[in-house]
């Protein structure tokens, strides 16, 4: 079973930038879809983006905001740039079994099977 932990987020003032990082263990890393969510106060959770391990991205907030991956060192990031009050929110990193017909990863929630607890962004001046 894999074992999430998130990391990097903090306040920072509209139009900067942060860089969010997920560890990945227990399980071998490229079995996964790797996503990031995030969830707003009185909000859905909803999908940020995902890839997977042959590299194919989902960014549905880009280009302020790009998914990458280390391999090599089980890790995850979310770059974002020009951020928003609107981007405050928890946001989580989730891993889901990737689908045996090569389809693209997720962008469900409920598809993702385990999940990070969880960095806070505040984007606040």
């Known amino acids: 079973q894999v074992h999430l932990v998130e990391s990097g987020g903090e306040e920072v003032q509209p139009g900067g930038s942060l860089t969010l990082s997920c560890s990945v263990s227990g399980d071998t890393y490229s079995k996964y879809c790797m996503g990031w969510f995030r969830e707003a106060p009185g909000k859905e959770r909803e999908a940020v983006a995902n890839?997977?391990?042959?590299?194919r991205t989902r960014e549905l907030l880009w280009p302020r905001f790009t998914v990458s991956q280390d391999m090599s060192k089980n890790m995850l990031y979310l770059k974002m740039t020009s951020l928003e009050r609107e981007d405050t929110a928890k946001y989580y990193c989730?891993?889901?079994?990737?689908?045996?017909?090569?389809?693209?990863?997720?962008?469900?929630?409920?598809?993702?099977?385990?999940w990070g607890q969880g960095t806070q962004v505040t984007v606040s001046s």
């Open positions: 989730a891993a889901m079994i990737r689908r045996r017909d090569g389809a693209r990863c997720s962008t469900v929630q409920y598809d993702y099977k385990f």
């Open positions: 890839i997977d391990a042959d590299g």
